[in-house]
């Protein structure tokens, strides 16, 4: 019953019964019921504070960092993600490279010889005659004692055609990439990216606050055991997971370099020592006949021993027909030149090996781990900051 129920029944309707409530009573109600209240609107407004969205400031946190940090946090972070996305994409490139042993082409040309006239070389013949002298008659060496007429021949060298053999083949450097190479490439090219953004970033700062005074809150002091231990767990963890992948890669490379691959080109058939034109006989004739010569000095050659009935035109027209031999490229019926197939049998290896890629995995694993590490150190100083 109400205080006021209480009051009229006792000044108004005079029951006193069962349910009369003294003053001192009425008021231990009082103060009960008002301070119920206030603690239903206390819970009330707790729960709409509870309810409200918690404002970050994450450009106030970062400005809060000092720049040697803010550099530190953007080498070792963009190394981090850098590194990871080079692994990503080094594994997807690996998946389709193809055995494609290195060739190195040496292009030559395909050369049709043929005689095309004669240069006529005139060639002096000696002999020794007998003089004497105050010891006595001697033998002596005699120049002009005859003349030779030899005929070389003018030959047109023709270019037909071209055709390409390999040089060298290797087949060790079969494979282009792998993670490990994207994974080192990615990080240095993430350092790098990460540091100019930093920079970037604390030019334009400078910029825009020049001349403004901002209170910037101390970054929160972090043990120096806790950030050496997230370097050295981040790091060891990296370096786990990156002999892992190198595992992987290693394995990978080595299951494709199974067989072998054929190379194959084409040479032109070539007809060696064939006629590939004529020249006359060589002409030799005796102007001296009073000297002795050697048994060979008219060899292969036609001999006028009369100058006077010599005559070279007449002589290169009705002179023995001198073959002049080469070699030459086969032709079919159309002029084309006849091409014959040649191959031969690479067997390609693994770059590196088992070990040396999974070394370089490891490595690289710590590398990217302990940026990873650095990065985290930093991040907690900026979100307690």
Do not use: C
Request: net charge negative.
């Amino acid at each position: 019953m109400s205080t006021i129920g209480n009051w009229i029944n006792k000044n108004i309707t005079g029951n006193r019964g069962s349910g009369y409530v003294s003053d001192k009573e009425a008021r231990q109600l009082d103060q009960q019921g008002s301070q119920l209240k206030d603690d239903i609107n206390n819970i009330k407004d707790t729960v709409d504070q509870l309810s409200q969205p918690v404002q970050v400031s994450v450009e106030g946190s970062y400005s809060n960092l000092s720049t040697k940090d803010k550099f530190v946090l953007g080498a070792a972070g963009g190394a981090a993600v850098g590194g990871s996305l080079g692994v990503v994409k080094g594994m997807f490139d690996a998946a389709g490279d193809a055995m494609n042993p290195k060739v190195e082409w040496e292009t030559h040309k395909i050369i049709d010889p043929k005689v095309t006239g004669v240069d006529t070389v005139k060639q002096d013949i000696s002999g020794k005659t007998t003089v004497a002298t105050a010891d006595g008659l001697k033998e002596v060496e005699t120049s002009g004692a005859s003349v030779r007429y030899h005929f070389e021949p003018k030959i047109e060298y023709k270019e037909v055609g071209e055709y390409k053999t390999p040089k060298s083949i290797d087949g060790k450097f079969a494979f282009t990439t792998n993670s490990v190479i994207e994974g080192a490439k990615g990080a240095a090219i993430g350092a790098v990216v990460g540091v100019a953004g930093t920079a970037a970033y604390v030019a334009l700062d400078k910029i825009k606050n020049k001349g403004e005074e901002h209170e910037k809150k101390e970054p929160v002091n972090v043990n120096s055991g806790d950030d050496t231990k997230t370097i050295i767990k981040s790091g060891a963890v990296g370096a786990a997971v990156g002999a892992g992948v190198g595992l992987v890669d290693a394995t990978w490379e080595k299951l494709r370099t199974g067989g072998e691959q054929v190379i194959k080109w084409e040479v032109p058939k070539m007809e060696t020592g064939v006629k590939i034109g004529e020249v006359p006989q060589d002409a030799s004739v005796m102007i001296r006949q009073d000297v002795k010569y050697a048994p060979d000095a008219f060899k292969d050659s036609q001999l006028y021993r009369d100058p006077s009935k010599f005559d070279l035109d007449k002589h290169m027209k009705h002179a023995e027909d001198i073959d002049v031999k080469g070699d030459r490229p086969d032709k079919n019926l159309l002029g084309q030149v006849k091409m014959e197939e040649k191959s031969q049998a690479v067997t390609s290896e693994a770059r590196y090996g088992v070990v040396g890629t999974v070394l370089g995995g490891a490595v690289l694993g710590g590398v990217i781990g302990v940026a990873s590490g650095v990065a985290m150190n930093v991040l907690k100083k900026m979100v307690n900051s």
